[in-house]
């Protein structure tokens, strides 16, 4: 296609990213001849030629008609279309059942020429004005049926409402896509967000008092948890240091009882002689064996000595009658007995020396005189002292002093009589 030779009559002097509200960009009137080669219309535009008899043709991008073709249709006018995509954002205040309040619906439209022949017929220089009236014309009615505080059923049916009216644009040739939504005026939105506040503050506290009343319920339950565990824990302790109270009287009573039997060992031992107490003691003090010795050797010659001392003053008594020293010398004669048979306790016993007869002599007798076959004869008694031992080792390990006179070397006894030891 050739230049234009003159200067459109309009021109909105865009490129692709202004925002267009009329998408026709140039208006030129033909001359009879064609046009002298100029300028070059843009690829993505529309040429939408107008003649004599009222007619558009439009010629859709990159189709472009001849300089012959323009002058055989006698074509008057050329309409530079723009053919793309412009989107839109709007606001609308539509009107509710009260009066005094109002929805308020935001608008997103998308449109575009579909028939750039149509749109020009039409006439129209305001494409967002057109489609929102359209909009606002098919809405109205709806929502005037509602209170503001509906506006979700509000909308569901203003969005049936508009699709049954039809597409919107389609009479000035276009292509429209749109979304709508509803929702109150922002003072009610305000209002409704205050009361949300307040129920989400409430809420808030309830949820509060409520974990608040939860946590006091653990922490008593703990608490309680924790005073049975203590209690237990007391319990226990109690029940062990009764335990041990008992045991440690078991323990002081069987110690008691140790000491009980082992005074009564001892003084079993010490009430059977000195030799057998200075035993016990040697079995558990070996070390003191030399003092145990002499000890005993000690105690055995002044024993003997005692005993040997009594007897002689008994035996060598004359100032009393026989009868009155009777009972003395019996016993005198019984601790010599004993002397002479003496030996450590504890240890065995060889044979037993018989024991002197003693004659108890009726009163006026003297202790020389015996009844014989032949009739009562004086026969002289002569008191011999026991010999006495060696040394004391001999008490000691049990040795016998010399044996006293058998019975045949002692006068006999008179008959009838009793000794000592038939007494």
Not at 73 to 87: C, K, Q, S
Not at 222 to 244: M, S
Not at 281 to 290: G, Q, V
Request: net charge negative; glycine share 6%; no cysteine.
């Amino acid at each position: 296609m050739g230049h234009f030779r003159r200067a459109p009559e309009w021109d909105q002097h865009a490129d692709r990213h202004t925002v267009l509200h009329d998408p026709v960009l140039t208006v030129r009137q033909l001359p009879r001849s064609g046009f002298v080669p100029h300028r070059h219309t843009r690829i993505d535009h529309a040429l939408v030629f107008s003649a004599r008899t009222g007619e558009y043709t439009a010629w859709l991008p990159p189709l472009r008609p001849s300089r012959t073709e323009i002058i055989r249709n006698r074509y008057t006018a050329v309409y530079e279309v723009d053919m793309g995509v412009h989107p839109v954002h709007a606001r609308l205040a539509l009107p509710s059942s009260n009066d005094a309040l109002e929805f308020e619906a935001t608008v997103e439209l998308a449109w575009q020429v579909g028939d750039p022949a149509v749109f020009v017929r039409t006439g129209h220089r305001d494409v967002p004005r057109l489609l929102l009236n359209e909009l606002e014309q098919a809405a109205r009615p709806v929502t005037r049926g509602f209170s503001v505080a509906k506006s979700a059923d509000a909308e569901e049916k203003l969005l049936r409402a508009v699709t049954a009216w039809g597409a919107l644009g389609h009479a000035a040739g276009l292509l429209v896509t749109w979304t709508l939504r509803l929702h109150r005026d922002a003072e009610n939105v305000g209002h409704q967000r205050r009361i949300q506040a307040i129920e989400h503050a409430a809420a808030e506290r309830i949820l509060a008092e409520r974990w608040a009343l939860e946590h006091d319920v653990e922490v008593d339950r703990r608490t309680r948890q924790q005073d049975a565990l203590h209690a237990e824990r007391v319990l226990a302790q109690g029940r062990h240091q009764q335990k041990e109270l008992l045991q440690q009287q078991r323990w002081r009573a069987e110690l008691r009882q140790a000491e009980l039997e082992k005074i009564d060992f001892y003084q079993s031992q010490l009430e059977q002689g000195g030799v057998r107490a200075w035993a016990l003691h040697l079995s558990e003090h070996p070390e003191d064996s030399r003092l145990v010795m002499n000890s005993l050797r000690d105690d055995q010659v002044n024993m003997i000595r005692a005993k040997v001392d009594m007897v002689t003053r008994l035996l060598s008594d004359d100032g009393a009658e026989g009868y009155e020293l009777a009972g003395p010398k019996d016993l005198a004669l019984r601790a010599l007995s004993d002397i002479l048979n003496q030996q450590l306790p504890g240890t065995e016993r060889g044979p037993a020396v018989p024991r002197l007869p003693v004659t108890e002599w009726p009163p006026g007798e003297t202790a020389g005189s015996v009844l014989t076959a032949q009739g009562e004869k004086e026969v002289p008694y002569e008191h011999t002292e026991p010999r006495q031992a060696d040394s004391a080792e001999e008490y000691a390990v049990g040795l016998r002093p010399s044996v006293p006179p058998s019975r045949a070397e002692m006068p006999a006894t008179r008959p009838g009589l009793r000794t000592g030891e038939d007494r």
